[in-house]
T-cell receptor
Framework: AQTVTQSQPEMSVQEAETVTLSCTYD???????LFWYKQPPSRQMILVIR??????QNATENRFSVNFQKAAKSFSLKISDSQLGDAAMYFC???????????FGKGNQVVVIP | KAGVTQTPRYLIKTRGQQVTLSCSPI?????VSWYQQTPGQGLQFLFE???????NKGNFPGRFSGRQFSNSRSEMNVSTLELGDSALYLC???????????????FGQGTRLTVV
């Protein structure tokens, strides 16, 4: 079974600073996809960034970037220039090609300090 | 383009009762997945429907069931409610349900179920 592990349940960051969230996963699949989702107080899950395992280049989306270490099965999210609107729960998620379910980590609560 | 709509947003039920939750996916999306979110267990996959057929099922008891209609709207039913069923139930829709480039799962805002 695929598992996704997130440590550090809560992380605080000063506004305009950088914070990195860690995620490790376990899989025997070769073709898979990794995601970071954001869940604000409204509860709606919003896709932040995705990474295809076959791509060596790390994905970036504006202030969000990932460090994908395939051999180590590590997938961290870096939030640069943190803004108050970034405060939310962040979930790392995994799925593999041919499957249609997401496996989620337990989440990281990000608190942004003005 | 309207997003994923889940109804109702909040629900309070008594132990032993049954409940039906509804999810209307984004227009044109044929895959609907359901997830249960609790503080203790986190987000867990319940099942996924594609073109009215259940394609995948998580590790939940038979009290949890679902269906999908021809217009892709999906319902989830929980019978004989237990206190432990109290959770946020999230629905996600995608165009194909098969993960390829640019396929994305769009989530609704969830239904908060409280069992008393």
């Amino acid at each position: 079974a695929q598992t996704v592990t997130q440590s550090q349940p809560e992380m605080s960051v000063q506004e305009a600073e950088t914070v990195t969230l860690s995620c490790t996963y376990d899989t025997s699949e070769s073709d898979y996809y990794l995601f970071w989702y954001k869940q604000p107080p409204s509860r709606q899950m919003i896709l932040v960034i995705r990474q295809e395992a076959y791509k060596q280049q790390n994905a970036t989306e504006n202030r969000f970037s990932v460090n994908f270490q395939k051999a180590a099965k590590s997938f961290s999210l870096k939030i640069s220039d943190s803004q108050l609107g970034d405060a939310a729960m962040y979930f790392c998620a995994y799925t593999y090609y041919g499957n249609n379910r997401l496996a989620f980590g337990k989440g990281n609560q990000v608190v942004v300090i003005p | 383009k309207a997003g994923v709509t889940q109804t109702p947003r909040y629900l309070i039920k008594t132990r032993g009762q049954q409940v039906t939750l509804s999810c209307s996916p984004i227009s044109g999306h044929r895959s609907v997945s359901w997830y249960q979110q609790t503080p203790g267990q986190g987000l867990q996959f319940l099942f996924e429907y594609f073109s009215e057929t259940q394609r995948n099922k998580g590790n939940f008891p038979g009290r949890f069931s679902g269906r999908q209609f021809s217009n892709s709207r999906s319902e989830m039913n929980v019978s004989t409610l237990e206190l432990g069923d109290s959770a946020l139930y999230l629905c996600a829709s995608s165009s194909t349900g098969s993960w390829r480039e640019n396929t994305e799962a769009f989530f609704g805002q969830g239904t908060r179920l409280t069992v008393v």
